[in-house]
């Protein structure tokens, strides 16, 4: 079995909150040790279930105390939270690693809080962005916070019982926080010094971009949601990407110093597809969870064109599928290894949309790749009389640009239905019967009568 933690690193941060963390402990991913190294080298076997799962299907990149973690999960049930700022109607697939880590943690006996950025999401996490968020108004906020919900009702089972999901908003106690007294109370905590040093803020400063005071609060602000949900709901866990360990490790520290309480954090690897594409980005655009922003098909389409070298990763972390089954999957080459994507874009889809909709996407499939005709859950470029072939293109979001487009044209990737087409200035018309409009083999969709 492999071990989560072949070694301890103390991680001293020095000014961090203003004296070096003693009991912090981080793991590096998990790794099998070469054979005969001796036993000083010998591997802690991993007792509870929580962390073996997270463990050998990939979600961890660091924790906190591994130890003392797993420890506690294999005696007690581990209130654990995730935060989600609603910025969008919608959240996307770039979010969806940290969904399924709250499934994880429930499949295996705990307790998942999901903790909605009611009052960090009127600011905008900072962490390792560019440039300033726009600011949203408290009214859209709501909105988004609303609309997101449903998605972790497809993830999670919520109700009362001591496994059962929580969904808690941060704006309920960070829009009643007084100023002075939460400088005096939590702001004493925290050192400007190494707030400063954290590589979210470096990149940022380094690259003389302009970082407000009000983006520099966040990391205060989350460290504090921290704390408050240990004090409420008796939070011990925080996960996390691993763009938000400086945050994570804040709020732990300053759950010890307000309170004396021990919690612990979790992050997971950045992900990013084979090709180095971030996870949840196409040409097209975000990969949306919500179907009412992204069809069904199309989110099929999106688990069913993964890269050969992602599959067997992508079946792990999206999908239920025993280990086992993913191995032999993973196993699988040349033209059988579309099977295995069939099958991970199946079961992804239906977490997330429902068993209907990813079988009416597969068949859809069937019937436009496999039999030549065309399906109803394609996307759709509606159109009045002719219109020229860059603008579908563009319109059903196989090309970002008609720049683009004219590039597909020219290498004879498009097609309109069998027929591929090399003049970039050609033009199509929508007839009484939808036309299918193909952008390499992968993505097809329907030029219809608008």
Known sequence: MRSLFPSRLREGLGEGMGATIR??????????????????????????????VLTDRGYIHQTTDAAALDA??????????????????????GSLVQIMLLRRLQQTGHKPI???????GKIGDPSFKEESRQL????????????????FERFLTFGDGPTDAVMVDNAD???KLEYIPFLREVGQHFS?????SFDSVKLRLDREQSLSFLEFNYMILQAYDFRELSQRHGVRLQMGGSDQWGNIVNGIELARRMDGTEVFGVTTPLLTTADGTKMGKTVAGAVWLHEDQLPHFDYWQFWRNADDRDVGRFLRLYTDLPLDEIARLEALEGAEINEAKKILANEATAMCRG???????????????????????????AASGEVALVDVLVGLGFCASK??????IKQGGARIGADKVSDEAATVSAGLEPLRISAGKKNHGLLIAG
């Open 192 to 196: 400007v010094n190494r707030m400063l």
């Open 23 to 52: 009991y912090v402990r981080t793991t590096p991913p998990p790794t099998l040790p070469a054979r005969g190294r001796g036993e000083e080298e010998a591997m802690t076997e991993l007792k509870s279930e929580l962390l073996r």
């Open 114 to 120: 999901v903790l909605m950025g009611g009052g960090t």
């Open 403 to 408: 720049g683009e487009a004219r590039r597909l």
């Open 72 to 93: 506690l999960a294999t005696t007690s049930v581990v209130p654990g939270y995730i935060g989600f700022d609603p910025t969008a109607p919608s959240l996307h697939v």
């Open 355 to 381: 068993r209907e909709a990813a079988d009416a996407a597969a068949e859809t499939a069937r019937r436009t790749f496999e039999e030549g005709t065309s399906g109803d859950a394609l996307p759709t470029f």
């Open 136 to 151: 949203l108004n408290d009214d859209r906020v709501a909105e988004n916070v609303a609309s997101i919900r449903r998605i």
């Open 173 to 175: 106690w960070l829009d």
